[in-house]
């Protein structure tokens, strides 16, 4: 085991160190960083000098190996923007991206759940057809223009919920969160189904998958003869079989939840990690752009490196095949 | 089986379905798929010819009229000649040809980046089935480390790189995509070289090329027709989605994406068409190549044959 998990670090560390060096050249080397860090009016001499003190006239490899020095001490460089520490920004962005990612996944499983055990239950009704129908909606709307007829909706035309911002915040442990407060919770609930609808279809498919594949089992023929009631086999034998398969994806695609944040944090002026980024990218704020992409990527291999070494626990096949 | 109603003649051989009748004929059952690909060639045919059939050149700006802005549907332009449809945006553009105009550009960045990413990702997953070995697992790697991060993030970072610009977007789609063909095709190809038929072409000792291209490549094609048609809607929803964030197509060549982030600001106004036209149009693309594509893969799954 021990010899598994180091060769899985190892290949992390690995992938890593790659992401690192794709993130360094395009953002670095494909783009003129004179262009964007020096003004436009400085002479000669002074331009010398500033691509001097930035360590522009060295060679890339050894811009690049400062570089990741920088990095593996936490500092990404300042934003041009706001002249803050860049993984300072994102620090302060995140709690905002996290809360409206976990509202959302909460969300794709308090309405997946039920209208999946339903669609499963009886699947050739009419509402089984219909939630199925509204998965593959849910499947191939994009994002983007849900959340605008959300507004559309909701905001504008009924005035029921108020379109975009972040609403009232609370400090807790010198972050603000926003779920604590009737306000932020209103600011927070269309963002919260924009960024969930896709994965509530998810969660419908496999809920339905797992009870259709559950409900022909003989543990759930042999409850049912000793004389369960159905309500006591289906809220207890058959939901906790369906549960793991569920639980595990949901969890899966918390990654991939914050990335996509980035759609609906701007269609909803949502101030958190996804609206950063992207305005970021509009005014070339370089050390921003990096140290979102580097978090990021970092996140990603440690969700895939925790999966992995979940499965390998679990499944014992997994770490005997890679030896 | 679909029956053959003509009862033969007893002079005449009983005809003899081919493989593409039988495939046309097992398609055309389902009603709904055929009214989407109906809907989608349409479509098609409707960003093919905006030239021709738009009421107006969305991008010579000699025809529009600045007072036409933010006209509502069905209102005539200020010199009640013409009659907007579907409303004017914010430069007095009529909406109806501003949605043809922005479907040619959807459609050909959706289509064109697809069709590169399935030949990229064909061969390699190919190449990789083929070889094995080595090659096999440095090209699976690279596939399970794409398929890894989500195909936003993947985009975001391209563009973040590239900037913006049509064919920085088509690159972006093709990174993203590639994978899902490759991964499709080794996975079928896999399959199809344990085959007599391939056993019967290499002891004919034909060259490796001439056995990946000509025998192997048409037995692995179904799968990859699916995916194809699968990802060709992905890639218009990125697309769009991308020039929505304002990292994707320039202004001067609006998609559909971008015509709905155009209208955003006016639509807290109350001013909806703006952005709810375009995205029914994107809508109606979407769903309709989900449709036949969903289709498609029970028609041409060989497990689920009668």
Known sequence: MSVYLLRRLIQAALVMLAMSVIVFIGVYAIGDPVEILISPDADQAERARAIAALGLDKPLWEQYLSFLGNALRGDLGRSFVFNEPALKLIGQRAPATLELAFAAMILAILIGLPLGLYAGLRPDGFGAKAIMAGSILGFSLPTFWVGLMLIMVFAVQLGWLPSTGRGETVDILGLRWSFLTADGLAHMAMPALNLALFKISLVIRLTRAGVRETMLMDFVKFARAKGLAPSRIIGVHVFKNILIPVVTVTGLELGSTIAFSVVTESVFAWPGMGKLIIDSINVLDRPVIVAYLMSIVLMFIVINLVVDLLYSVLDPRVRLESK | ?306
């Open chain 2, 1 to 306: 089986m679909s029956v053959t109603t003509a009862t033969p003649t007893p002079d005449k051989a009983p005809r003899v379905e081919t493989p593409l009748q039988r495939f046309i004929s097992e398609f055309a059952e389902s009603k709904l798929a055929l009214g989407a690909l109906i809907v989608f060639l349409c479509i098609v045919l409707i960003a093919l010819f905006a030239p021709l059939i738009a009421p107006q050149n969305p991008y010579d700006l000699a025809q529009l009229d600045i007072m036409d802005g933010r006209l509502e549907p069905g209102s005539r332009n200020g010199d009640d000649t013409m009659t907007f449809w579907l409303g004017t945006d914010d430069q007095g553009r009529d909406m109806l040809s501003g949605i043809m105009y922005g479907l040619r550009i959807s459609l050909m960045v959706g289509a064109g980046s697809a069709i590169v990413a399935a030949v990229v990702g064909a061969s390699l997953g190919m190449l990789a089935a083929y070889a094995g070995g080595k090659t096999d697992t440095v090209i699976m790697r690279l596939v399970d480390l794409q398929l890894s991060f989500p195909t936003i993030l993947s985009a975001l970072m391209i563009l973040a790189f590239l900037g913006k610009g049509i064919m920085n977007v088509v690159i972006a789609l093709i990174v993203v995509e590639w994978a899902y063909y490759a991964r499709t095709v080794r996975g079928t190809a896999l399959v199809e070289r344990r085959r007599e038929y391939i056993e019967a072409a290499q002891c004919l000792a034909l060259p490796t090329r001439r056995i990946i291209f000509r025998h192997l490549l048409p037995n692995c094609m179904p799968p990859l027709i699916v995916v194809a048609t699968i990802q060709i809607a992905r890639a218009i929803a990125l697309e769009a989605t991308l020039s929505f964030l304002g990292l994707g197509v320039p202004i001067t060549e609006p998609s559909l994406g971008l015509l709905i982030a155009n209208g955003y600001e006016y639509m807290l106004s109350g001013k909806y068409w703006i952005s709810f036209y375009p995205g029914i149009a994107l809508l109606v693309t979407i769903v309709s190549i989900n449709l036949v594509g969903d289709h498609l893969r029970d028609v041409l799954n060989p497990r689920l044959k009668k």
